[in-house]
């Protein structure tokens, strides 16, 4: 009884000492969940299952045979802004062609101006899916196209100042088309399967996707004090005349001396507008332009082995084909067996001569051409050009002995 008594006395003394205690009002936080011991572990098993890693080497030729030029100031370049990347896209036609028409308009007007490339790509964005709806499906929609729609994008929608217009996100520093183009294509895929071809209720749904990566372009800006539309920045500012401008090309299969079709996919809307003349006048045709200091936006095939980034070069080497063996046949071989193709535009800004031949000065938007020593630069042997770079765009009172041939 005694000890009963005991322990039901202490149990009151132990409740009576709990309640005297201040009661307690824990917090809760946010921390890092990490186990570094189990990362360990992780990283000794991945590291123990790694399978070696072979590098594929590159086949390049000697490039120490080639007298590659050694400075950008020796070809006297035309004047031009300074290179810009294109980053994650495809969208090289833009910033080829657009950089072109800053060199045009410094060079008729002493202006120096720097223009939104995605301007124009979020145009041609939408007149890619107006084509689509047109032909029910049948049509591309990509990032790529030619610089001459550029061009059209100029007579049609007009133009406006990168201040106007980055078609960057705050904070984003790097173009990136990738999920833009997924999520428009998926839409695509979605009315086509759908029969929905409403072409006003498509495009706005397109518009507010691309709104939502390039923000929505301006409907009006002020450049240097004065408020301007795309159009009349264009037409007032700019004073650039679009019908000025032809694209020339030099493709046998599709007969010389007419004006007819580029027959690639980029040439997604099918523009029969290229004057199409044999290469020993297409190189004579471009010469003379850069002789008159007309720079030229040039397009054609950049995956060959004498195409090198840390070279800063383009070159054909005599192991591929000689230089005396560059014809219409062998250019035209190459278009056949598809290891010539439509890869890339660059920007032509100069042409300087060594003991090596003929190089011509190019502004690439790619981001191999920044791996050099010459940034957003390479050296094209004229070999190369004649070989690989299928057409060109430029004024055409540069290439107007060539136009007097046309009907």
Known sequence: MKKLILCLTLVVISINVILSQPIRKDKGEFIENKNEAWDNIKK???EYNKKPEVKKLRFTPDFSSFDIPKSISDFKPFWHNNPVMQSSTGTCWAFASTSFLESEVNRLFKKEVKLSEMFTVYHEYIAKVKRYIKERGNSLVSEGAQTNSTIRVLKEFGAVPISAYTGLKLNQKHHAHDKLIQEINTYLEHCKKNSIWNEEEIIENVESILNHYLNEPPKKF???GREYTPKSFASDYLKLNPDEYVDVMSIMESGFWK????DVPDNWSKADVYYNIPLDDYMKAL???VANRHSVAI???VSEA??????DAAIVPSFDIPSDFINDFSRQFRISNHTTTD???IHLIGKFSNKSGDWFLIKDSGSGARNGKHKGYYFYHSDYIKLKMTTFLV?????????????
């Open 306 to 311: 004498g195409h090198y980034s840390y070279q």
């Open 299 to 301: 397009s054609g095939d």
């Open 395 to 407: 004024h055409k009172d540069a290439v107007k002995d060539i136009l007097s041939k046309f009907n």
């Open 259 to 262: 004006k007819t079709i580029y």
């Open 222 to 224: 002020t450049y240097e």
């Open 44 to 46: 000794d098993i991945d």
């Open 287 to 289: 010469n003379n332009a």
């Open 343 to 345: 890869d890339h535009g």
